[in-house]
C-alpha cells in the first residue's frame, strides 16, 4: 500500500478495546467519587498523593467509598480509565500546552505537576490537553488514567 493522499474512514473494532471501568481493593482509606486513583506499594487503591511509592495510576474513581475504618482489602472501589481533568499546579510545575503527550504527576487526588517535584512525586498520567482558560468550565490538564499506559 501507498501512503494516503486523500482522507479514509479507518475502521474500528468495537467501542474500546481496553475495559473502561474495573474494581480494584482498598488501602484503610477514603477516596471521594472524582478523584485521581492510584495505587499504593502493597497494590492497593488509595487517592492521588504526592509520593514515589505508588505503583500505578488507574484512573478516576467512579464513586466515594469510605474504606478508613476497615482493613487493607475489605472494600474495592470502582474504578473509571479514560481522559479526566485535573487541576493543575501552579508556578513553575504549572503544564503548558508545551507538555502535550508528556507525563504529569501527582500533586494531590484532584492536581497534577510538569515536575516530579525533586523525585518526590509519582506519575498521573500522559497530558492530553491543556485547558488554561475559565471560558469552557474551568482551566485544568486533560490526562489519560489508565493501568495500561506504562508511562504512569
Known amino acids: 500500500m501507498t501512503a494516503l493522499a486523500d482522507s479514509r474512514d479507518t475502521d474500528k473494532m468495537g467501542v474500546s478495546p481496553l ?3 474495573f474494581s480494584v481493593p482498598m488501602a484503610a482509606a477514603k477516596i471521594y467519587k472524582g478523584a485521581l486513583v492510584v495505587l499504593n506499594s502493597a497494590g492497593f487503591a488509595v487517592g492521588g498523593t504526592t509520593a514515589t511509592t505508588h505503583v500505578a ?4 474513581a467512579a ?4 474504606n478508613s475504618a476497615g482493613s487493607a482489602g475489605d472494600l474495592n472501589i ?3 480509565a479514560g481522559v479526566f481533568k485535573y487541576g493543575n499546579s501552579a508556578t513553575t510545575d504549572e503544564i503548558t500546552k508545551v507538555q502535550t503527550g508528556a507525563v504529569c504527576y501527582v500533586v494531590d487526588d484532584q492536581t497534577v505537576a510538569k515536575t516530579n517535584g525533586s523525585s518526590s512525586r509519582s506519575v498521573a498520567g500522559t497530558v492530553i490537553k491543556v485547558d488554561a482558560s475559565t471560558d469552557d ?3 485544568g490538564v486533560w490526562v489519560l488514567c489508565a ?3 506504562k508511562r504512569a
Open 78 to 80: 470502582t474504578v473509571e
Open 57 to 60: 495510576t488507574v484512573g478516576r
Open 147 to 149: 493501568p495500561w499506559d
Open 19 to 21: 475495559p473502561s471501568t
Open 137 to 139: 468550565g474551568g482551566a
Open 63 to 66: 464513586e466515594t467509598v469510605d
